[in-house]
């Protein structure tokens, strides 16, 4: 039950921003921000799951590109194994291939940004759909985009759209403020963006948190883990 919030500028040429909250089982390994793909993906860097070796968040800095992926319920039937991970979607994306038809993982909402806009394409085990993002920031979580069911949507979005992100080379101050204040709600709240999802039947707790500007003149993305699961004691991102 990842959380993403993303700001498309309102001119043509600003840089697109975003800040990527992960939640997953602390039991299984990943591999901090780096270049784990050296033969397949030279040059692109991600959090690697290092169980099914593909990536939470990656990008490839020289086509300008980034692509997260969130977990979201499907109404498919088809049996585990015929499944695979969603992992190596986020590295099909940022090379610039899209999932087509009947794409045979669980549900997901796919991020992609690139200095010509953003958009998340959307699978529910049914329907593949793409959404583009409209100038403006936005939320994103387990179900559609700033969508008014979400609890943490319901709670967080308008704090997130009243904080722009600061015009220096730490622009994401301002988010990370309105990500500390919302600490305040127990991990286990539904309203919470930093979360402990085991009471709802999922072995998953806020990790870590990526932040990325992306324009025609370069990526940078930066990243930084929370110093206990689920918890809040700061973000070093610098």
């Known amino acids: 039950m990842c959380t993403v919030i993303i700001r498309v500028p309102e001119t043509p040429g600003e840089p697109t921003r975003v800040l990527a909250v992960r939640d997953e089982d602390p039991g299984r390994p990943w591999n901090p921000l780096g270049r784990w793909w050296p033969e397949a993906h030279d040059g692109v860097v991600g959090v690697r799951d290092v169980r099914a070796g593909g990536a939470w968040l990656a990008a490839d800095p020289s086509a300008r590109r980034l692509a997260v992926l969130l977990n979201r319920a499907d109404v498919s039937s088809r049996p585990e194994s015929e499944l695979v991970s969603r992992g190596g979607i986020v590295l099909d994306a940022v090379a610039g291939r899209l999932p087509e038809a009947e794409p045979a993982t669980h549900g997901f909402n796919l991020v992609t940004v690139d200095p010509a806009g953003a958009q998340v394409l959307t699978w529910d085990g049914a329907l593949l759909r793409t959404e583009e993002l409209a100038p ?3 939320m994103i979580a387990h179900d559609d985009v700033d969508d008014p069911a979400t609890p943490r949507i319901v709670r967080w979005l308008d704090e997130f759209r009243a904080a722009e ?3 220096d080379h730490l622009w994401w101050t301002p988010w990370i403020e309105v990500l500390e204040r919302s600490t305040t709600l127990e991990s286990t709240d539904d309203r919470a963006i930093i979360r402990d999802n ?13 932040v990325a500007s992306i324009s025609a003149d370069g ?14 004691g700061g973000l070093d991102l610098s």
């Not at 085991?198 to 990526?210: I, K």
């Not at 940078?220 to 699961?229: A, F, H, I």
């Open 136 to 138: 403006g920031t936005h």
């Open 165 to 167: 992100p600061a015009p």
């Open 198 to 210: 085991r009471p709802l039947g999922y072995p998953t707790l806020s990790l870590l948190a990526c």
């Open 219 to 232: 990526i940078d993305v930066r990243y930084g883990e929370l110093n206990e699961p689920g918890h809040w």
